[in-house]
């Protein structure tokens, strides 16, 4: 190759890769999942809609979407938000937790008692196939359906491929609407395993057909056996797929 034709090929190159870098999603997202005590759950949402939230953006936490499961007997309340960073975060938190505001609101809340009686954390990165996040309220709102997937040993990458070259498009052939796709981050439980995702659909009602019209798919059914077979089995573990099916709050930016 010549020089002429060489340095114009490797700046094509660079600068091809800045944009996928650029394109790529590259923030921290965190799932928080808040057990409220029994009879708190619409106060510590109320505590969300009307102080949480605002402060959180205040401080340059980005607030992502908020649900509760549609069956919920244990109170629950779920959130993603996000963060530039993970060094980002422990700042930005740290602000939130010594802002006058947000102590006056928590001491307010909790003067007959605490609202929460347990939370879970988790770190999350989106996935080289996940799409850009869009924070729509539609009308009327959408059934959210939050899905973790556990792999089979070393099958992750198996796991990511076959939803990268096919379940999100044929996900979206029978109706349902792909949200976002992650990864725990290295550091956290199941990073070498878990896929969770967010999508989202029109109702249960169509929900069960889109998941009936594409378990029957003859794409899908090829793309599954291929995969097994590329993988020298099931891409998950027994068990292995868990689903729970979510209404945004009030306050969500997505709905």
Excluded at 122 to 143: A, G, H, N, W
Excluded at 164 to 172: C, E, G, P, V
Aim: charged fraction near 25%; glycine fraction near 4%.
């Amino acid at each position: 190759m010549t020089r002429s034709i060489l340095i114009p090929a490797l700046i094509w190159l660079s600068l091809s890769g800045v944009a996928r870098t650029e394109a790529h999603d590259s923030r921290v997202y965190e799932l928080r999942t808040y057990y409220a005590q029994e009879g708190k759950l619409e106060a510590l949402l109320d505590r969300f809609g009307n102080h949480t939230c605002r402060i959180f953006e205040k401080h340059g936490i980005e607030n992502i979407g908020y649900w509760v499961p549609e069956n919920n007997p244990d109170n629950i309340l779920i959130y993603f938000i996000a963060f530039p960073s993970r060094l980002d975060r422990e700042s930005m938190w740290k602000a939130f937790i010594n802002d006058p505001e947000w102590k006056a609101a928590y001491q307010a809340s909790t003067a007959k008692g605490k609202l929460v009686k347990k939370i879970d954390s988790l770190f999350l990165m989106t996935t080289d196939y996940s799409m850009p996040i869009k924070r729509v309220q539609s009308e009327p709102e959408r059934l959210f359906e939050l899905r973790t997937y556990k792999a089979a040993k070393d099958r992750l990458h198996h796991l990511d491929a076959r939803f990268r070259d096919h379940t999100i498009d044929l996900f979206a052939k029978h109706g349902m609407e792909n949200l976002v796709y992650f990864h725990p981050l290295a550091d956290q439980t199941g990073a070498a395993d878990t896929l969770i995702y967010v999508i989202a659909h029109k109702d249960k009602a169509a929900r069960q057909a889109s998941f009936a019209a594409f378990r029957e798919d003859p794409d899908w059914r090829k793309a599954r056996s291929n995969s097994e077979a590329r993988a020298g089995g099931s891409l998950t573990v027994k068990g292995g797929v868990t689903s729970q099916l979510l209404r945004p709050t009030y306050f969500s930016p997505m709905k």
